[in-house]
């Protein structure tokens, strides 16, 4: 796809107790409707902002700083008001700061800027119903330059970048927190800016379509309109915004009430000194250390939680054998069961010692794929598992193997005079001893070696 | 200020003005903006910004305001304790 | 005479009273006393036991209207009480009621309310002054110990004028505005208007102080009451010989006099400048729209306040919004008008330089005295509807006053000693010394009885 050029904004939800100009709770999640409200977020005649919560502040900027930002230092960085009337932004105007970091860079991605804002509240607008819980919750905006040239770039870019959040630890970790508008151009025609995607894949999604869409109005000489539309999960397509928001004049004011923030160098080299290992360094360091390939490295790091448990479970078994199952059998598992690993709760105590029984040879790669299948629903000592579902104790494969050679003379006799059924017959006779727990395709591996 | 530029103006603040409104306040605020049009004649300097800058809240506590109920009982509308308002369009 | 005879000799005047000052009636009022009073008796009472205050209906208290003196907020009970509120409470003053003001504080006159005009308890023919009207009224005409009133540009100064009482505007920063619902945030400032300076004084002392539901106070709090007798001996009085541009004649002639007063107090009088004064009302004007245009932007009809519904969401708050009165409507619309991309350059760039070319000046002229001194308006209180139909007319009222808000100095408006119509003679200080302006303030009142 020739001249295509993508830009997004990222909205991410901060992990702070209390809201960003109040002492409202944010787990609105679980609060009834309109109950996390004060006058501050409800935008009560008389109320004031209070004093901007601190900790909103470093998280963007240690995230600011992750991303290879300039940060603002020393310079008066505003909060303004935006204003625009909508029935879930109750104040008129929402309050966003300037810009916090600018020029960052990640994987080769510019970062055009980093800034803090007040979430608005919730419109159910099909209904015409507004749940204030989450007004005024701090979130980070993150912009990038419009340097993507495909769908799939996007959205490659952006797991990378959830994963960095993901290693912060300053965001919400509740799923959906994460708001997507995506802007697109073709042949630097018109930018049409597509509004509150909430999942990567939509992301992709919403972008295919807008360049088919965009490619047929140029092949049929018509043009494309510079405006704002909205994806359509259900249709899988984009329609414009009634709101024409490419219109509005939000009339930028620095807000009266918050005087300006000033960040100190010495604020962010004390937040720097914070940052956790980086995907990119810890993937080079799994690299280097445990010899592991690229792409397993890759794939790992992408979860800061497996990557802290493989480091750990590889104290104890090979760390190659320990990442194949990282990124193979124990990762099938959980997509199958739509499970994180963090989730599952499994421990890595457990996983090491499932792992252990396997690299010494108790128990076949088909066991401890049955027994990881149970672990991860639920998690328990291995050993149990293996004992309740049967799967121990023929010992080691080839010693059970042996035994049914030696005992069964005339079937391998068959066998070497060319009778094929005799094979079946003798990795029948395994399978019984085994209960079913041997991998067939390693029987037949084993057996073909001795016989 | 002639009519558009009155209509265009309320469209942005969101207020509905009558024909009659729309004709007084064009000619008010022609009389008001000659007058403050006396400030484009001034010669006025730059001054050094006041150093001030924000006081950050430490204090993350979450504070109960028990007050939620009463803001809800100035809605004009509500349902199940949202408030209710027209319906919207993408 | 116990707190509750008193309580209920006020509510008697005041449903008496033809002047329009009281928007609503605190219910618990004589509960509230009887309860004061035992705390009284008991010797155990707070600093403000004994005083009935009047609040300005555009600062919130708990459970009670909070109108703005507008349709759009006439049924709005305000959940939560305003820190000033909150303070005067704890220290056991009583709250009798809320009073009339301009619609959301827009005008200089009292007559912009949706309840009706306020009238001048001196001259019921003329106005109040406002937009504190009902404050000043209500201590002027006694049916109220004292009262808190709001000046974003002269709001509690203007009518303390007009109507012969003690008003006094904090510097910016001194006194928290939660709860004071907004004109113009960088220029408002909640006061006391009481009968004499040191009601003011106390009044000051219990409500300052950093809070931190407003950010913009930050200092610890103060105590004024002892300065307010205080000598004035030496203090150097600056008088503005440009505050006296265009004044009526008996004001130049009366604040003139009163000057004499507080030289024979022993202050030292100089003369001093400050030229920007001319373009004082368009800056202050040109700032306060902006300001104002986004803090009314939350009267949509959704979340509380008048709602009339429309075909869609846009139309519903347009038309809510017509329950705003004229004079509103106007400073929403040119307060959008110039901060609109067109035309933003031309007019709120250049306001926000104007101000602080005033500020400047302003400073310039403190360093060369203590206070300034001049008038408090140009003329003595106008003729009910003789400027409500130009508003230039009535704009150019705040000319001596819009300096102090746009500067963010403390400005205190004190009663003439005159016979006929009141006229009040004002002092600046710099920003924190509003105990100069008190302890000045003592002397002349003082000395003039």
Sequence with gaps: MKGVKIGLEIHEQLDTESKLFCSCPTDYRDAEPNKSICPVCTGQPGSKPFGLNEKALNAVIKIAIALNCKIIVGKPVQVRRKHYIYPDLPSGYQRTSESIGVEGELNNVQIHEVHLEEDPGRFFLREGLVDLNRSGT???????????????????????????????????????????????????????????????????????????????????????????????????????????????????????????????????????????ELPQSKAARFVKLYKLSGQNAENIVSDPYAADMFENVSK???????????????????????????????????????????EKGKITERAAELALREMVLRPADPKKIIENLGLLEFGDLNTIIKEILDKNEKAVNDYKTGRKEAFEYLVGQVMKITKGSADPEEIRRLLKRRL | MDKDTIKKVADVARLNLTDEEISDFSRDFDGILEQFSELHKEKLEEFEEEEKSAVLRKDESVLDFTVSEKILDNAPDKENKLYKVPKGSK | MKLNEKVNSYLANISKSKLNAFISI?????????????????????????????????????????????????????????????????????????????????????????????????????????????????????????????????????????????????????????????????????????????????????????????????????????????????????????????????????????????????????????????????????????????????????????????????????????????????????????????????????????????????????????????????FTAFKLGEKIKDPVEMYLADILTVSANLSGLPAASIPLNVSGLPIGMQLHANAGEEVKILAAAAAYEGASK
């Design chain 1, 138 to 276: 701090p979130l980070i905006e993150i912009t990038t330059d419009p340097v993507f040239d495909s769908p799939p770039h996007a959205r490659e870019w952006l797991e990378k970048l959830a994963s960095i959040l993901d290693y912060l630890n300053v965001t919400k970790k509740e799923e959906g927190t994460m708001r997507i508008d995506a802007n697109i151009s073709l042949n630097n025609g018109n930018k049409v800016e597509i509004k509150n995607i909430n999942s990567f894949r939509n992301v992709e999604k919403a972008l295919s379509f807008e360049i088919t869409r965009q490619e047929d109005l140029i092949r049929r000489n018509q043009t494309v309109e510079r405006e704002t539309r909205h994806f359509d999960e259900k249709m899988i397509l984009t329609s414009p915004s009634r709101k024409k928001e490419t219109e509005e004049d939000y009339r930028h004011m620095p807000d009266p009430d918050i005087p300006p923030l000033l960040i100190k160098k010495e604020l962010v080299e004390k937040i720097k000194k914070t940052l956790p």
């Design chain 1, 316 to 358: 104890f078994v090979n760390p190659i054998l320990a990442s194949n199952w990282f990124v193979g059998q124990l990762k099938k598992t959980l997509n199958y069961n739509n499970m994180t690993l963090r989730g599952s709760k499994i421990t890595e105590k457990q996983l090491a010692a499932l792992l252990k029984m396997l």
């Design chain 3, 26 to 378: 605190n219910k618990h009022a004589e509960n509230d006393a009887e309860r004061i009073q035992k705390k009284i008796d008991a010797g155990k009472a707070g600093r403000l036991a004994g005083y009935v205050f009047s609040i300005k209906d555009n600062i919130a208290v708990s459970g009670m209207r909070l109108t703005c003196a507008s349709k759009m907020l006439e049924n709005y009970i305000s959940p939560y009480d305003a820190t000033v509120v909150k303070r005067i409470i704890a220290e056991d003053g009583l709250i009798i009621g809320k009073v009339n003001m301009d619609e959301f504080a827009c005008g200089a006159s009292g007559e912009t309310s949706y309840f009706g005009p306020t009238l001048n308890p001196h001259d019921t023919g003329r106005v109040p002054g406002g937009s504190s009207a009902g404050s000043a009224t209500s201590v002027a005409a006694g049916l109220s110990d004292v009262s808190l009133g709001s000046d974003t540009g002269g709001s509690i100064r203007c009518p303390a004028s007009f109507c012969g009482v003690f008003g006094f505007k904090p510097t910016y920063g001194t006194v928290s505005r939660y709860g004071l619902v907004d004109m113009a945030m960088s220029l408002d400032q909640i006061g006391p208007v009481t009968k004499n300076v040191s009601d003011a004084a106390l009044i000051l002392s219990v409500i300052n102080g950093s809070d931190k539901m407003d950010n913009t106070v930050t200092g610890t709090q103060q105590d004024y009451t002892k300065f307010v007798k205080q000598k004035i001996t030496g203090v150097k009085i600056g008088v503005v010989e440009e505050f006296f541009e265009g004044c009526e004649h008996a004001i130049e002639k009366n604040v003139r006099d009163g000057i004499e007063i507080l030289k024979n107090e022993g202050a030292n009088i100089v003369k001093v400048s400050v030229p920007k004064t001319a373009i004082a009302v368009p800056t202050y004007y040109l700032n306060m729209f902006a300001e104002f245009s986004s803090a009314m932007q939350k009267f949509d009809g959704l979340k509380y306040g008048f709602r009339k519904d429309g075909k869609d969401i846009n139309d519903t708050v347009a038309e809510s919004r017509s329950a705003l009165g004229e004079e509103v409507k106007r400073r929403i619309l040119l307060g959008t008008y110039i901060t609109m991309k067109e035309f933003r350059g031309k007019w709120y760039s250049t306001a926000l330089k104007a101000r602080e070319t005033i500020r400047h000046e302003m400073i310039q002229a403190l360093k060369k005295c203590d206070l300034l001194i001049g008038p408090t308006m140009p």
